[in-house]
């Protein structure tokens, strides 16, 4: 099943503590993109991948880390978590980073950072 | 920045009423998507509409592009209980590979 996982689910941490959320397609998707979702705010990118070894800053991506080693993983990293950092996670692909192709989103991950 | 605005926020309908959200972008868009997320879900795919003045249709629902490629909306006929969610815009800029939504449109069916 063509899908877009992401780990965990649900995490509560505390400030400073470094994280890491996975993010893994199995569609050979070439571009993929890490969002963060907050009441009235909508959606916001972060970061964006186009290729392996190929990242890019989105509209938020102060205090975030992403790396692209492999083309199916995309790993959203925190270095050290701030409570402004409470927010839900969408990690999303698309097949090429050029033309006009629709993302196909994972799950979401509930991160709280007390 | 490229900005993307998406009106209403809220909108409550009656069952069986219509429904239009609207989305316009500061700059002009190579494209423009939809998506729709249930309550609890994750955003799913709806279109995409890439020519000038495009329209298309799904059943009940209506997109257009703008002539100018800055504006967009989604129109719903006779709305039902399966609508419920969050409309989202999302449009992609000519200059770079960002992807910009809109802040969404909560639509509530009132029964």
């Known amino acids: 099943e063509a899908q877009v996982t992401q780990n965990p689910r649900y995490l509560i941490t505390v400030t400073g503590k470094k994280l890491t959320v996975t993010c893994s397609q199995n569609m050979n998707h070439e571009y993929m993109s890490w969002y963060r979702q907050d009441p009235g705010l909508g959606l916001r990118q972060i970061y964006y991948?186009?290729?392996?070894?190929?990242?890019d800053k989105g509209d938020v991506p102060e205090g975030y880390k992403v790396s692209r080693k492999e083309k199916r993983n995309f790993p959203l990293i925190l270095e050290s978590p701030s409570p402004n950092q409470t927010s839900l996670y969408f990690c999303?692909?698309?097949?090429?980073?050029?033309?006009?192709?629709?993302?196909?989103f994972g799950p979401g991950t509930r991160l709280t950072v007390t | 920045g490229q900005q993307v605005m998406q009106i209403p926020q809220y909108q409550h309908v009656q069952e069986g009423e219509d429904f239009t959200t609207y989305c316009n972008s500061s700059t002009t868009l190579s494209n423009i998507q939809w998506y729709k997320q249930r309550p609890g879900g994750h955003p799913v795919f709806l279109i995409q509409?890439?020519?000038?003045?495009e329209v298309k249709k799904q059943k009940r629902l209506t997109f257009q592009f703008g002539e100018a490629k800055k504006n967009s909306s989604l129109h719903i006929t006779a709305t039902q209980t399966t609508d419920v969610g969050t409309y989202f815009c999302?449009?992609?800029?000519?200059?770079?590979?960002?992807?910009?939504f809109g802040k969404g449109t909560r639509l509530h069916i009132l029964p």
């Open positions: 999303a692909s698309s097949l090429e980073a050029s033309g006009s192709y629709e993302q196909y």
């Open positions: 999302a449009g992609r800029g000519n200059r770079d590979d960002k992807i910009i």
């Open positions: 991948s186009m290729n392996v070894e190929v990242t």
């Open positions: 509409l890439v020519k000038s003045g």
